[in-house]
């Protein structure tokens, strides 16, 4: 998926094929109005400034991240959740 608009395509070089033809060509240097970071193009700086926003436009559709059954807790892995459950069972699996 273009990271500037959007549109979506089967595979890597076709969307960077597609970057070069259609949004390289759209330079026209920027500065950031959060840290004044000269960036190349509008599309760039639209993509920057999400760093500072936290924007997250994209949602990923095939990862879900797990969700403890307790307490609600949403975790960032498998391995994540494993630990997190020991906090509600008590479980201690090594010794000191």
């Known amino acids: 998926r273009c990271m500037f608009c959007d549109k979506r395509f089967k595979h890597q070089k076709d969307i960077n094929d597609h970057i070069r033809r259609v949004h390289e ?3 026209n240097p920027q ?3 959060y840290c004044d970071k000269i960036i190349s193009s509008k ?3 639209t993509v920057h400034i ?3 926003t936290g924007e ?3 949602k990923c559709e095939r990862v879900k991240r797990p969700l403890c059954s307790v307490c609600g807790k949403i975790l ?3 391995t994540a959740l494993v ?3 020991r906090t509600h069972t008590g479980e ?3 010794e000191c």
């Open 25 to 27: 060509k759209k330079r």
């Open 31 to 33: 500065a950031c109005p």
């Open 43 to 45: 599309c760039g700086l």
């Open 50 to 52: 999400r760093t500072h």
């Open 56 to 58: 997250k436009p994209y």
């Open 76 to 78: 960032s892995s498998r």
């Open 83 to 85: 630990f997190h459950m």
């Open 92 to 94: 201690k699996p090594y």
